[in-house]
């Protein structure tokens, strides 16, 4: 599911991205249902609102491709 | 917000880590009408070096938490994937961190069984962290949120550093 999510999200990345640089956008059966200022808006609008079931939506913050870096752990995790 | 905060003691095992146990749960809004999920203990680990709280991949599967994203990670292993969840976790001091990015992982460290969340700065930021030592070995370390500003009672102002510079090797 989320990885169906994620390559219509890759699909239109630059776009979202151009418009909507670091705000966190809300996917659902392939269409964007918004845009939010954190992840805490986003997932609440998600259940609370449009009752989306966990699993079946993606949220994730707009970046550029080349602007995308992997998160940092420097101790305890393997 | 109301002004919540903890300290703790921790003594050398032999080595210092910052341990607390807190409470994680499914997302749960305070401020909504939807019923507190119930919450399981775990081990927060407190990391400075964690960019964002972490949940070993046990408790993301005992709490039957779904991913809202993927992500990549840099680890001490070297980068892998990643999944992004939401989720609470309750500290010491009534304090509710809630609604908060998740991302699960192996957490090393320990052998009890009880799973281990990395307390990333994510939260850390959220308030004011202190640590101190005393001339017993005793370290201790308190939270507060949300922050008070950069002083703390007893302490003195920020000051430039003073490193002490060591010389090289002899030849």
Same mark, same amino acid.
């Given at each position: 599911?989320?990885?169906?999510?994620?390559?219509?999200?890759?699909?239109?990345?630059?776009?979202?991205?151009?418009?909507?640089?670091?705000?966190?956008?809300?996917?659902?059966?392939?269409?964007?249902?918004?845009?939010?200022?954190?992840?805490?808006?986003?997932?609440?609008?998600?259940?609370?609102?449009?009752?989306?079931?966990?699993?079946?939506?993606?949220?994730?913050?707009?970046?550029?491709?080349?602007?995308?870096?992997?998160?940092?752990?420097?101790?305890?995790?393997? | 917000?109301?002004?919540?905060?903890?300290?703790?003691?921790?003594?050398?095992?032999?080595?210092?880590?910052?341990?607390?146990? %807190? $409470? *994680?749960?499914?997302?749960?809004?305070? #401020?909504?009408?939807?019923? !507190?999920?119930?919450?399981?203990?775990? %081990? $927060? *680990?407190?990391?400075?070096?964690?960019? #964002?709280?972490?949940?070993? !991949?046990?408790?993301?599967?005992?709490?039957?938490?779904?991913?809202?994203?993927?992500?990549?990670?840099?680890?001490?292993?070297?980068?892998?994937?990643?999944?992004?969840?939401?989720?609470?976790?309750?500290?010491?001091?009534?304090?509710?961190?809630?609604?908060?990015?998740?991302?699960?992982?192996?957490?090393?460290?320990?052998?009890?069984?009880?799973?281990?969340?990395?307390?990333?700065?994510d939260i850390i930021s959220k308030g004011d962290f202190?640590?101190?030592?005393?001339?017993?070995?005793?370290?201790?370390?308190?939270?507060?949120?949300?922050?008070?500003?950069?002083?703390?009672?007893?302490?003195?102002?920020?000051?430039?550093?003073?490193?002490?510079?060591?010389?090289?090797?002899?030849n």
């Amino acid at each position: 599911m989320i990885e169906a999510l994620l390559d219509f999200y890759k699909e239109k990345q630059v776009e979202i991205a151009r418009d909507h640089q670091g705000e966190f956008v809300l996917i659902h059966s392939s269409k964007i249902i918004g845009f939010y200022p954190g992840v805490r808006e986003a997932y609440l609008d998600a259940v609370e609102e449009r009752n989306f079931e966990p699993g079946h939506f993606l949220i994730r913050q707009c970046v550029l491709p080349e602007d995308e870096v992997p998160l940092t752990f420097y101790s305890r995790l393997g | 917000m109301e002004l919540s905060a903890f300290s703790k003691l921790i003594k050398p095992k032999p080595f210092y880590v910052l341990e607390s146990n %807190i $409470g *994680i749960s499914l997302p749960w809004n305070p #401020h909504g009408k939807g019923e !507190r999920p119930p919450s399981i203990p775990a %081990i $927060g *680990i407190w990391d400075t070096g964690a960019t #964002h709280t972490v949940f070993d !991949r046990s408790l993301i599967e005992k709490l039957g938490l779904k991913a809202v994203d993927r992500t990549s990670v840099n680890t001490s292993k070297g980068r892998q994937d990643a999944g992004i969840y939401v989720a609470n976790v309750y500290l010491s001091g009534n304090i509710i961190i809630d609604l908060i990015r998740i991302i699960d992982g192996v957490v090393l460290g320990g052998d009890d069984e009880t799973g281990k969340v990395l307390i990333g700065m994510d939260i850390i930021s959220k308030g004011d962290f202190f640590l101190s030592t005393n001339p017993q070995g005793q370290m201790k370390f308190s939270f507060r949120i949300p922050s008070q500003g950069h002083d703390f009672p007893n302490l003195p102002p920020v000051s430039p550093d003073s490193v002490v510079q060591f010389p090289g090797p002899r030849n």
